[in-house]
């Protein structure tokens, strides 16, 4: 069954994904390609086409809710880092629920994290 995450792909394909400039400039040790990314305003950029009305990051990988990744994951925006499954961590996850939910999927729930093959991590 494997990581929730990689059987779901919601929240790349629903949040805006927005952060700081510098996150994309290696000079001073950003990781984001700037290829990929579009300018906001003069301090944030964002993911490209995840300003769109049906967002879609351009770094998502596979089908929302069967098998999606992100192509850049070492080098994922912070924002992306922070994302926080639900009940990764023994916790319920709004953001993860409302772009779940967005897609016609169910919120994930402790049990999800049951298979044998998942260890969630510690808090």
């Known amino acids: 069954m494997g990581h929730p995450c990689l059987r779901c792909g919601a929240c790349c394909a629903y949040f805006r994904v927005a952060f700081h400039w510098s996150e994309t ?8 390609p700037p290829a990929l990314t579009e300018k906001l305003d003069p301090h ?39 994302v926080v499954p639900a009940w990764e961590f023994g916790a319920a996850s709004a953001q993860c629920d409302k772009a779940r939910i967005g897609h016609g999927m169910k919120p994930l729930t402790a049990a999800d994290w049951l298979d044998p093959g998942v260890v969630p991590q510690s808090a």
């Open 25 to 32: 400039d290696a000079f001073i040790g950003g990781m984001v």
């Open 44 to 82: 944030r950029v964002s993911m490209r086409v995840t300003d769109a009305a049906r967002s879609r990051c351009v770094a998502l990988q596979g089908t929302v809710g069967k098998a999606a990744s992100c192509g850049i994951y070492a080098q994922r925006p912070s924002v992306c880092r922070d």
